[in-house]
């Protein structure tokens, strides 16, 4: 993409409402655009890192044998009321709309009910179980304080896979399953290092569920640390001697290591519940009616989003991880009035075009080389290929997340890239 | 994808409140879950159909120079106030909704205000000039009556373009190309014989606009054809002489042949109506400050999913144009419970998916053959691969849209599949 069609600016200042790092640099550096309090629109940059995000997830869990579907926003209220959360006193979190007959309508911000509604349609025998299905889609929550930028959405992405199984000991082996393919989403978004699956209190289906939890001062939770090496660490909500003993916890209390975290996603035992409010049962070997058990797995493309600039910036800007940088190379003509550095940077754009390679093309004309560089660094392409009069036929390269650039011939660059 | 694996499941009838051809097929067949009337959940199937539709758009707006953004549902009240569309006296299909706070929000049902707003940080010069982006969202619409199945939906997809000119010419010369753009979509759908390039009224903007229409007794609204080559006609609602007489029809407006057709597109100049409630301007050669003159181009993935099921079925279910079929090829085991058999039909599942082919294989082994045909005819895919006892080491290959069937070899299904 040369830099000079891309619609979008940079900006030296992010709106002064808005108090995030993650949305102060994103909107800084033309990723999102703030509609309102926690409801950003992804302009053409943001919504290539947001599809990266989404792809990876998407890879993984058709992976694990999850079947993608596209459930609905609009939300209705009876189907709601069979579990009890309709009611604004149960779910406090409602945005709510109507018909024209006045019918209530909700916006949708999981979707147990809708999922299990329709699966009544579709699983019928043993024969069906288990399955797997999931959606990434927009999803709405209705926060009181929205400050954290992508990290706390009113409107956001959501990856949700629900597992339904013939009971619990099949529930169980997917469940412990998801366990590693949720960290292994993480990983490859650059972050498994500093991610810990962390229990929690089970909500109403089971004593203790999973949320998986990020290092990151940015956070809003609080985890302590139980074992560095299984990565595996409690909610600080949790954080009772009792939880410690139901885990063989034997350190002593004092010493678990605190951290302030960013919650990434969240895996349920939903158990009967679902099943039994919307009369979702399959016939076993023997021909009798059984309910069918289910869980419940989340994961906020948006809210990942937020959560990698925050763990890869400085004062400069964003450093994005490769595997969900909008572009790999930033191909930057600091001369690009000269005719004769423009002819060799547009040959080192088609150059890695050819070789399959995405690239933003820094090729403006009018913008200086203090303003280039500062563009580039905001943006955050983990590599920098600068063309120059001064470097001539060689590349200066640098790599965000480091400090040191060196130069490189056309064919050392198209080599490197192409590893 | 293995259909023993494939969680939906063929149905006998649709709801019985279901009144439309297209939803009722597309129920049956597991493509989509009904809701509420205008409000469908995609099932793998018809996420897929969708996908493909969705991606050809995107391919073709891409191609046009449109960049791809993603905005968002929740609307501001302040800024449709702008521009006087957040009465509901003017727009009657608004869903509303309310922050917590007691502000009042609105689910996009377009995004003309949404964007210009947002390009008014991203437009400065002249330089910047022309510009097109466009976006793949959801949008919603309260309608009073929703019976056309994915025709009209209270939730739906949308494909909306905005254009971004110096002035009327700048903005004619991109609206003109739209035209062909267009009809390139149309036509890669399957639809484009069907098509015509509408007249209408204009609306607020300019004296006349275009729709496209395509033929079919599903469709809502009526339309005469004009030039029968060049694919052009008028809507029913502005036939009157003194249309026929600004575009020179000289045929007598009784000769004209009437049609039932579907709108499945529409283009609009938009003038300077947004760029001035929004103060969008940017600075021409001279320094001084001007209106951007807009326009918008519309077309929903999810109407056209309806349109093209209504164009493209018989009395046994949906026989779906190649360009957007769930999978290119049907493969079906009509001998399951024989391990010869499917023996040899795993062999040809796994050559074709090594050949890259989208194959749907039916491997179930409860299903009668009887079943397994009539489910094929339902779901409709293009190419139908019978493998069978009597068959031996031959395919049986039919076309969906065709009678005949002939046998032919491993080596000459993989041959013709690979064209």
Same mark, same amino acid.
């Given at each position: 993409m040369r830099q000079s069609h891309l619609f979008t600016k940079t900006r030296k200042e992010a709106p002064r409402d808005e108090e995030s790092t993650n949305a102060k640099l994103l909107i800084r550096g033309g990723f999102i655009n703030k509609e309102m309090a926690g409801v950003y629109a992804y302009l053409p940059l943001g919504l290539r890192v947001l599809n990266n995000i989404s792809n990876i997830i998407r890879e993984e869990m058709d992976a694990a044998g999850g079947q993608e579907l596209f459930m609905t926003v609009l939300q209705d209220k009876d189907t709601w009321e069979r579990t009890g959360r309709w009611d604004d006193k149960v779910v406090d979190s409602w945005f709510k709309t109507s018909l024209k007959n006045g019918t209530e309508l909700g916006l949708g911000f999981t979707h147990e009910e809708a999922i299990a509604k329709i699966m009544t349609n579709h699983i019928a025998s043993y024969k069906d179980l288990p399955l797997y299905a999931y959606q990434i889609q927009t999803k709405f929550r209705n926060e *009181?304080? *929205?400050? *954290?930028g992508l990290m706390r959405g009113r409107e956001f992405s959501m990856k949700d896979l629900y597992s339904f199984s013939k009971n619990k000991e099949e529930h169980e082996t997917f469940y412990e399953k998801m366990k590693d393919v949720y960290m292994r989403v993480f990983t490859r978004l650059g972050m498994g290092d500093k991610t810990y699956l962390t229990i929690s209190s089970g909500g109403s289906f089971s004593k203790y569920s999973y949320e998986f939890q990020t290092i990151s001062d940015a956070g809003e939770d609080t985890i302590y640390i139980v074992d560095e090496e299984k990565k595996i660490a409690i909610n600080k909500d949790d954080f009772t001697d009792e939880v410690l003993a139901d885990f063989n916890v034997t350190v002593a209390k004092d010493d678990l290591r605190q951290e302030r975290s960013i919650e990434v996603g969240d895996i349920y035992s939903l158990g009967h519940k679902f099943s039994e409010a919307f009369g979702l049962t399959y016939k076993n070997e023997q021909g009798e009616d059984e309910l069918v058990y289910m869980g419940s797995y989340g994961m906020s493309p948006s809210r990942l989003m937020g959560a990698i600039v925050e763990l890869n910036h400085d004062d400069n800007g964003i450093m994005w991880p490769e595997s969900v940088a909008p572009y790999r190379v930033h191909l930057?003509?600091?001369? *690009?009035?000269n005719d004769e550095v423009s002819a060799f940077a547009d040959e080192i754009y088609t150059a890695l075009q050819g070789a399959g390679v995405a690239v933003l093309y820094d090729d403006r004309r009018e913008a200086g080389i203090g303003e280039k560089l500062k563009d580039s660094d905001l943006v955050g392409i983990p590599l920098r290929a600068i063309i120059s009069e001064k470097n001539g036929a060689q590349i200066e390269l640098k790599k965000r997340k480091e400090k040191d650039a060196h130069l490189v011939s056309k064919e050392q660059l198209l080599s490197l890239v192409s590893k």
């Open positions: *009181a304080r *929205a400050k *954290a930057v003509n600091l001369h *690009a009035q």
